[in-house]
């Protein structure tokens, strides 16, 4: 046996690990079955693989240690466990859970590649600058305001962003289910209906902004709203679920100024299984309803 099918049988064994991790992580059961899902395929690739004649530098071996370092990202990311806290200044830029070009034809690599290594990058340093200002260093009393800003704007580009990539994927299921579909239902009309309202929003966004599905536990009910230069527009108390990102840095390398073309082709690639997690968790909060 050579050395790079001893690696592929060292992998299967990896994999038969991670599932029983998966079994004992406090999460939910929709949450499992996706993990166990993505597993599941990366299992049956590394099979495929271990009778073929394979070089040390082939890149299945990279494609296949990539899909397993995106799915131990995907365990932590929803793992409820982490109680950690992120200390003031010290954010990081998330992994991208799939390969630059996973979303192609509808998201170029060229795009994922300047919007996450480049634009989001800069919201983490703008970010972990402004909480150092702010809480590390104590602020001269008259640039606080100005540091709250930067806080507000860079704040927000990451956080957004950070839900933007988890939102995304290349295996998308095209409609939501389970119960974010009855919720939509229910307070949408039809999914038709949730559809070209939050299409319409992510259009109506003037220069830059986002496009956002959220849960508000003041009324018990979803709901969309556009997010306009991250900050504005915002609605306080409310949870995001869902978002699309409308700043020109998201679209315009492929699409120029087609946005509606870039929105339409949006819609191919939404992690609906990630939508409905952050909803199963965000409907558990719910305070009195006025």
């Not at 996706?34 to 530098?57: F, H």
């Not at 909480?131 to 009393?141: A, F, H, I, S, T």
């Amino acid at each position: 046996m050579s050395t790079i099918q001893n690696y592929l049988q060292e992998l299967l064994v990896w994999g038969e690990e991670v599932q029983r991790k998966i079994d004992s992580l406090e999460i939910s059961a929709e949450e499992k079955s996706s993990l166990k899902t993505q597993l599941k395929s990366w299992i049956e690739d590394v099979k495929v693989n271990t009778s073929r004649e394979l070089a040390p530098d082939d890149e299945i071996i990279n494609v296949l240690q990539g899909e397993a370092q995106r799915i131990v990202l995907s365990m932590k990311h929803n793992n409820n466990n982490n109680t950690e806290q992120i200390g003031y200044g010290k954010h990081k830029l998330p992994q991208l859970p799939y390969n630059y070009n996973a979303l192609e034809p509808y998201i170029s690599e060229a795009i994922m590649r300047l919007h996450h290594d480049v634009h989001h990058q800069a919201y983490v340093d703008g970010l972990n600058k402004a909480e150092n200002e702010l809480y590390v260093k104590q602020p001269d009393k008259k640039l606080v305001k100005h540091w709250l800003r930067e806080q507000a704007f860079h704040g927000s580009g990451h956080n957004l962003h950070t839900i933007f990539w988890f939102n995304m994927t290349p295996n998308s299921d095209k409609k939501p289910s389970g119960e974010l579909l009855k919720q939509i239902e229910k307070d949408f009309g039809t999914w038709n209906k949730f559809k070209s309202l939050f299409s319409n929003t992510a259009s109506s966004v003037e220069g830059d902004g986002w496009a956002v599905l959220y849960w508000n536990p003041r009324n018990g009910r979803l709901g969309v709203q556009s997010f306009e230069k991250h900050q504005l527009f915002q609605i306080a108390d409310i949870i995001p679920l869902l978002v699309l990102d409308m700043w020109e840095h998201a679209y315009y390398l492929q699409y120029k100024t087609d946005k509606e073309t870039y929105i339409e082709n949006w819609w191919n690639v939404v992690n609906w299984q990630n939508v409905n997690e952050r909803f199963a968790k965000a409907k558990k909060l719910k305070w009195a309803l006025y």
